[in-house]
């Protein structure tokens, strides 16, 4: 399935956990194959199409406890991997 290059952001009900909040956000993004935004108590959570929840919320977890602002299963981007040039 194609990624749109759309965000759409949305708000979290109070009082949900954050693990269900990441499996959420997941299966939505899943439904509407773009990235969805989520605010999660001061931490900005990106979830893809193709992320895992349980990854994702490990995410939050770690800029949770670090502080940062923002939280994705991959932190270095999306999209193919970088592979470094073989020249002969």
Same mark, same amino acid.
């Given at each position: 399935?194609?990624?749109?290059?759309?965000?759409?952001?949305?708000?979290?009900?109070?009082?949900?956990?954050?693990?269900?909040?990441?499996?959420?956000?997941?299966?939505?993004?899943? @439904?509407?194959?773009?990235?969805?935004?989520?605010? +999660?108590? &001061?931490?900005? =959570?990106?979830?893809? $199409?193709?992320?895992? /929840?349980?990854?994702?919320?490990?995410?939050?977890?770690?800029?949770?406890? @670090?502080?940062?602002?923002?939280?994705?299963?991959? +932190?270095? &981007?999306?999209? =193919?991997?970088?592979? $470094?040039?073989?020249? /002969?």
């Amino acid at each position: 399935m194609r990624t749109l290059p759309l965000t759409v952001e949305v708000k979290c009900t109070a009082g949900g956990s954050i693990h269900e909040g990441c499996m959420d956000l997941v299966e939505m993004a899943r @439904r509407l194959g773009c990235t969805v935004k989520c605010e +999660m108590n &001061g931490i900005n =959570v990106y979830a893809y $199409p193709d992320d895992d /929840p349980i990854r994702l919320f490990q995410a939050w977890e770690q800029s949770h406890d @670090r502080g940062v602002k923002i939280a994705m299963e991959n +932190m270095l &981007g999306r999209g =193919v991997p970088h592979k $470094p040039e073989v020249t /002969p």
